[in-house]
């Protein structure tokens, strides 16, 4: 969907009713269907029956049987109850801010510049120009440049604005502005790639018909701009939810601030908790699936990709 | 009434504004690359080129480097190869499941990393799979190839089936026809996709983190440096990847403002 | 090392040809013959079938049952690719990344043709480009990229070549050069041409032979002088040309002629020129072989008279004017009458009878739709 927005072509008319059939089909969907098959689908049902497992008798760390075992759910949603609302406070948070910095500017680009091709491309580069720098190298730039002895931190004791003794890292605010920061071209190019095709002659009717700037955008640029908005917004949640290197303590959060990935790493990785850790990311894939079948059910599917 | 009014103003302002906060962890990274650090690169000390000229003197960093640009590529060139193959097939056959296989591409691109990576880490283990390079470069294929499809997919949408038919009308077998009409009319599209599929691979690190064991890949070496100080030479080598891309990019718009100049309308 | 010399033209036919898409079907009981070197225009409306029919002639499309025979050879299953024709498709479908002169040669050098660039270059000076074969299709203009898609298909000498409404995007002017231009190759090269077009004045302007085609099979087929004296249908009457139509139950017959009755009026037509001769049926007159009196006038037993009726609408289009007559019980009439310069003083309003010979008249196998049956 977005990406297409870096084409300059149109597409060709409608072809549905011109589509092939054969045997052809089979041998160019096969091979990427199986990888998707091996590399994706078994990956998460594995999760599913990691998550079931019991620990084994011995009490070894790290070894688990199989089992059906409901309970590492119960115990996930509960212990890590703190983290599940914290990671989903955090990107409802991030993704607000991040369409409201995000939509007049992918408005500049999309509309306002259609007559200046190339300045267009140039500021639509620029968009995406963060994602060509490693985004943890990013992130500690921004916890440098906002550190307990930044000229940033400074400014805001000297206003009072935060207690001589408080500082910006590690606090809920500073990984909602990382988080924000890291996803705004997320949210960016599907807004520019349905704004670039608003038909603006629908707001000169619009102010033909004596409708105000301020209705013209409520009545008109708002609901024809909302298919882009959703998918904004579904590229942004998602990812952010998952995440956990901003919130990590190594850049600009604190052992307060862990999300949904911080726990499941830990678990993974450091506790060797399997179970744990895959009962958390079913969870949050569930939540995830919802949304997307709430959008499916709402768009269909031919324009997801 | 007067005609001028501060709101014109305010939408180029904010966006220029806008952009440039955007740009400044960039500027901040690239500054830094030239600090003359000894170990942790967090606080000015002086201007040097020390670290662009001996960029691998710190040898961890140039391993991590040359793993991720291998690995890089040998994920896009089959996260491309496959996913060609679907995007062509999503939009000129017609076949019963596309709904499904439509739904099926678009889901790794909205599974969070975490769970994708645990999952293959999960699966790997359980199959006995030791996490290392190969690993490794199948979890980078996996979640390219949605990326690889989606961008292909619109390259497909804008070629007219007209011309495959007039390829076979002028005695074209259906394999002289991919070679000498599809793919070449492809390039452009299959470009762009390899090229954005090298860079998620090469900025990738979750997943990676998860999947690959003792190999170091570029970012995983700044995270795991995160806590002592980035050196500088990370910095360096950040900095020469971004400006490389945005002069492929660049180059490629202003090629094809020159084509489209040269290609004009002629008489 | 292939050669290019062919024997000019093949004929082509199609023997009761079915094609059904999911839905609809688009061709039924399709029946024709294109005798070799022909200039054979197929006519209709959009969603004929017409330019089905010509994607199962080049093999873009399998006919869901029926044969297609090339110079006699069935190629019903053959790929296109096989098939000795070449089409000229409505969109040009001209290769954007080779130039000129390499899309003309693409067909020569899929065969193997040794000399592929004298050649191309040959069919570009036959179109009247040759200082344009370095460029790319984009860089010329509509009229310019429609004879490359011609010297692109010609170059290959095809038994038969298939037109696809190719001068649909051009402007009048040029069109009409271009139909001249085609007219002449053909003659020229001795082709089959097999040309799909909605255009009635193109096709019976450029045709030897026309077909008229609705909902999916032939209505009508031979020269454009006898499809325009004598239609067989109520389709092919209003398609090409305009027709005035008169239906009634058949009240008198004798040896020669057949007559229905109308509001009044009794409508004649010529046995040999009529469909049917019984029941209900339509009989029709080109509105420029009708004339108009204003009273009503004593001519010999071989016109009709139709009338009296009201002068309804004129419309002066320079070369004639038009005249719509509306008589009470019968209809509307159209009646064209030619500009030379005895303009009649006759004003909206005005009381006229209409007349023809009946030699004019033709007789349809059908009724026109909406019409109720006998």
């Known amino acids: 969907m977005a990406f297409a927005a870096f084409s300059n072509d149109k597409p060709a008319k409608d072809n549905s009713a011109q589509r092939k059939s054969g045997p052809v089909v089979l041998a160019l969907l096969m091979p990427g269907l199986i990888y998707l098959l091996l590399f994706f689908m078994t990956p998460l049902i594995s999760l599913v029956i990691t998550s079931l497992e019991s620990p084994d008798p011995s009490g070894a760390i790290g070894s688990y049987f199989n089992d059906v075992n409901f309970s590492n759910y119960a115990t996930v949603a509960v212990d890590y109850l703190p983290q599940i609302l914290r990671s989903f406070g955090y990107a409802f948070a991030a993704t607000v801010f991040a369409l409201i910095i995000s939509y007049p500017v992918a408005y500049f680009i999309g509309v306002k510049l259609r007559s200046r091709p190339l300045t267009q491309r140039l500021m639509l580069t620029l968009v995406i120009a963060p994602f060509f720098i490693s985004f943890l190298l990013r992130t500690i730039a921004w916890k440098q440049l906002l550190s307990d002895d930044s000229g940033f931190v400074h400014l805001l004791h000297s206003m009072g604005a935060l207690a001589p003794t408080q500082f910006f890292l590690g606090t809920d605010a500073a990984v909602i502005f990382g988080l924000t920061y890291n996803f705004i071209p997320f949210m960016t190019l599907p807004l520019f790639t349905n704004l670039e095709r608003l038909d603006v002659r629908l707001l000169e009717a619009g102010s033909d018909l004596y409708a105000s700037p301020r209705h013209i955008f409520t009545k008109v640029t708002l609901p024809l701009s909302m298919p882009g ?21 190594d850049f600009l959060g604190s052992s307060k601030t862990s999300m949904i990935g911080t726990m499941v790493e830990a678990d993974y990785l450091q506790n060797l908790n399997y179970p744990s850790a895959s009962a958390l990311s079913v969870l949050l894939m569930g939540v995830i699936l919802a949304l997307v079948t709430l959008y499916v059910r709402r768009s269909g599917t031919e324009d997801l990709l | 009434m007067r005609r001028f009014s501060i709101g014109r103003y305010v939408l180029p302002v904010y966006s220029l504004l806008a952009l440039v906060f955007l740009l400044i962890p960039i500027v901040y990274t690239i500054i830094f690359s030239f600090n003359d650090s000894k170990r942790s690169n967090t606080v000015w000390e002086g201007f040097t080129l020390t670290h662009w000229v001996n960029v691998c003197s710190r040898q961890d960093v140039c391993e991590a480097l040359n793993n991720s640009i ?61 996490p290392g390079m190969v690993t490794t470069i199948i979890a980078h294929i996996m979640f390219c190839l949605s990326f690889v499809v989606v961008t292909v997919k619109a390259r497909v949408q804008t070629l007219d089936p007209t011309l495959e038919e007039a390829g076979a009308d002028l005695y074209a077998n259906p394999r002289q026809v991919f070679t000498k009409i599809t793919l070449p009319l492809l390039m452009p599209g299959i470009v762009s996709a390899a090229l954005l599929s090298f860079a998620l691979s090469f900025d990738d690190f979750i997943i990676t983190y998860f999947n690959s064991g003792a190999v170091s890949t570029f970012p995983k070496y700044i995270y795991v440096a995160a806590s002592r100080g980035v050196p500088a030479e990370a910095n360096v080598i950040a900095s020469a990847v971004f400006l490389l891309a945005i002069v492929i990019v660049l180059a490629t718009q202003i090629r094809g403002a020159l084509k489209r100049a040269k290609f004009a309308k002629v008489k | 090392m292939a050669d290019n010399t062919k024997v000019a033209g093949a004929d082509l036919e199609l023997i009761d040809i079915r094609k059904d898409f999911p839905g609809f079907t688009a061709l039924d009981d399709m029946d024709l013959h294109i005798p070799a070197g022909q200039f054979f225009a197929l006519l209709g409306p959009s969603g004929c079938g017409k330019t089905t029919t010509l994607r199962i002639v080049a093999g873009l499309e399998t006919p869901t049952q029926g044969q297609v025979l090339i110079g006699g050879k069935d190629v019903t299953n053959t790929k296109p690719h096989e098939r000795p024709v070449n089409t000229v498709f409505q969109s040009y479908a001209l290769f954007p990344h080779m130039t000129v002169l390499e899309n003309i040669e693409f067909g020569l050098r899929q065969r193997k043709i040794s000399d592929y660039e004298k050649l191309a270059k040959d069919a570009l000076s036959l179109v009247e480009l040759s200082h344009l074969g370095d460029r790319r299709p984009q860089q010329l203009s509509g009229g310019q990229q429609q004879r490359v898609a011609l010297a692109r298909a010609l170059v290959n000498r095809p038994s038969l070549l298939l037109l696809d409404e190719p001068l649909g995007a051009l402007d009048l002017k040029l069109r009409r050069q271009m139909q001249i231009e085609l007219k002449a190759i053909q003659l020229e090269v001795g082709l ?66 057949v007559s229905i009755e109308v509001g009044g009026n009794k409508i004649t037509v010529a046995k040999k020129r009529a469909e049917k001769h019984t029941g209900k049926i339509a009989i029709g007159v080109r509105p420029e072989k009708a004339d108009f009196h204003e009273s009503k006038p004593k001519l010999s037993a071989d016109h009709i008279v139709v009338g009296p009726g009201e002068i309804i609408d004129i419309r002066f289009t320079g070369v004639s004017n038009q005249y719509l007559i509306d008589i009470p019980n019968v209809g509307e009439v159209t009646v064209f009458a030619q500009n030379i310069g005895k303009s009649p003083e006759t004003e909206l309003g005005a009381k006229v009878w209409v007349s023809w010979k009946i030699e004019h008249s033709y007789g349809l196998a059908d009724l026109p739709d909406g019409t109720e049956e006998a």
């Open chain 3, 192 to 257: 089959t041409f097999l040309h799909v077009t909605h255009d009635q004045e193109e096709a019976m302007d450029m045709a030897d032979i026309v077909a008229v085609m609705n909902k999916g099979r032939i209505e009508q087929m031979g020269a454009p002088e006898v499809l325009y004296d004598r239609p067989k249908t109520a389709f092919v009457s209003k398609f090409l040309g305009q027709s005035n139509l008169f239906i009634g139950e058949v009240v008198e017959k004798n040896a020669t002629s």
């Open chain 2, 70 to 130: 291998f690995i890089g590529l040998v994920s896009t060139v089959f996260a491309t190869i496959l996913g060609t193959a679907l995007a062509i097939a999503l939009v000129r056959y017609s076949f019963k499941a596309r709904s499904l296989v439509s739904l099926s591409l678009f889901l790794p691109m909205a599974t969070p990393e975490v769970v994708m990576g645990a999952g293959l880490a999960g699966l790997f283990f359980n199959i006995g799979f030791a």
């Open chain 1, 229 to 249: 908005i959703i998918s904004g917004t579904l590229l942004t949640f998602i990812p952010i939810a998952g995440d956990y290197v901003n919130a990590s303590r």
